[in-house]
């Protein structure tokens, strides 16, 4: 297994809830996957691979349907072995920390039911209708009256009435520029000199 999936295994395993870190630890899996190695004749390195395979799809860092693809492709088998192996895991391993999880699932909840007792509450009055309404009417109306602030007033030097209508209604020229059309004074920055 190289360095950075064992790292990403320790990682996942880590973020895990300590619940289903509970149950896989339950599963004794090394020796399982001796068993399943030495059954279908994998050499050692095969065994490894299939292990990282089985960790990587255990801590859904791989989904479970292609683990019969993966471990075909990784440990470079045929099809059919790869099916086997898939289901001797399926029954030496997935299987069992399912059932192991459901039973530590299932003692949480015990636990929890009999911790969790229904609390009684004494010596509460009950809320009138009435005085609630008036706390809502007291907190939604304004305790000082609005005070209307007067308006600034604006500058004298503005111009009075639609200003619009003003710009429109003045006389607005432009000033001319006076061209020579004469083509003589252009000057071509290519053209020799006729001296």
Not at 171 to 192: A, C, G, H, Q, T
């Amino acid at each position: 297994m190289n360095p950075e999936t064992t790292q990403l295994i320790k990682e996942r395993f880590a973020e895990l809830p300590q619940d289903v870190k509970n149950a896989i630890l339950a599963v004794d899996l090394h020796p399982r996957l001796v068993k399943i190695a030495q059954n279908n004749h994998l050499h050692i390195d095969q065994a490894g691979t299939l292990e990282t395979e089985t960790m990587l799809v255990m801590l859904g860092l791989e989904k479970a349907d292609d683990f019969t693809d993966n471990i075909r492709r990784e440990l470079s088998i045929s099809p059919d072995a790869a099916k086997k192996i898939t289901a001797e895991a399926n029954q030496d391993i997935f299987l069992p920390i399912r059932d192991s999880l459901k039973q530590v699932l299932a003692e949480e909840e015990e636990r929890e039911e009999k911790s969790a007792s229904p609390v009684e509450i004494e010596n509460v009055e009950p809320i009138k209708k009435e005085t609630l309404l008036k706390e809502i009417e007291t907190l939604s109306t304004p305790q000082e009256p609005y005070i209307k602030k007067p308006l600034p007033q604006a500058p004298a030097n503005l111009p009075v009435g639609n200003i619009a209508e003003a710009k429109l209604n003045d006389l607005f020229k432009m000033p001319r520029e006076e061209k020579s059309l004469n083509p003589i004074e252009k000057v071509d920055p290519y053209r020799e000199p006729t001296n």
